[in-house]
């Protein structure tokens, strides 16, 4: 069953912040995160592992809470370069942890307007 | 630089046609994966291999094939099988279940 993301779309000017969420029906592993621009293949942005745990990168930084199987992205003073789809994939504890393929939401359309 | 070759870039079939998408790396890992994209339904997984000699179905394996031959190489054939084949095609990679995947440029495939 795929995580669902929300919201589907946003629309942001630049500098302005974001916030895209995952939740899941199963017990997780892990949660990844990915940005892919139209016609391009998705690019790994970061990983999130079974503990509960934070991470960031650069502006861009990422929540799990592992008691409510959801994570959310945080994209903070967005760039025009922020623009594209974001996806979550999920991996369960019932699928050897993303041995067996992650599962993607269905991804949510950022678009950042001068 | 290491990475995912995947080719051709677009890709035309006839009905009834069977065609082979190829999927190469350099990264040396274990774990390959083919995925398919539509339009507002994000990526569904088609098959995967964790070892070379050895592959799964995924979700939506019907109408397709795969072989592992050879550990950087995961060539997924359409076969005449698969009555909706029109999509974006994408092949990844990874190391370990604690890394992020690798994906290549995709394959835009179309019936004619």
């Known amino acids: 069953q795929q995580p669902v993301q929300s919201p589907q779309a946003v629309i942001l000017r630049e500098g302005e912040d974001a916030v895209i969420n995952c939740s899941s029906s199963?017990?997780?592993?892990?949660v990844h995160w990915y940005r892919q621009k139209h016609g391009e293949a998705p690019v790994f942005l970061m990983i999130l592992l079974k503990g509960g745990e934070q991470k960031g990168h650069e502006k861009i930084s990422a929540s799990f809470n592992e008691k409510k199987q959801q994570s959310s992205l945080y994209l903070t003073a967005s760039q025009l370069s922020y623009s594209g789809t974001y996806f979550c994939?999920?991996?369960?504890?019932?699928?050897?942890?993303?041995?067996?393929?992650?599962?993607f939401g269905k991804g949510t359309h950022l678009i950042i307007q001068p | 630089d290491g990475g995912i070759t995947q080719s051709p870039k677009y890709l035309f079939r006839k009905e009834g046609q069977n065609v082979t998408l190829s999927c190469e790396q350099n990264?040396?890992?274990?774990?390959m994966y083919w995925y398919r994209q539509d339009p507002g339904q994000g990526l569904r997984l088609i098959y995967y291999?964790?070892?070379?000699?050895?592959?799964q179905k995924g979700d939506i394996a019907e109408g397709y094939s795969v072989s592992r031959e050879k550990k950087e190489s995961f060539p997924l054939t359409v076969t005449s099988a698969q009555k909706n084949p029109t999509a974006f095609y994408l092949c990844a990679s990874s190391i370990d279940r604690a890394r992020g995947y690798t994906f290549g440029s995709g394959t835009r495939l179309t019936v004619v």
């Open positions: 990264l040396n890992h274990d774990a």
């Open positions: 291999s964790q070892i070379v000699n050895d592959f």
């Open positions: 199963k017990a997780l592993y892990s």
């Open positions: 994939g999920t991996a369960s504890l019932s699928s050897g942890g993303g041995a067996d393929g992650l599962t």
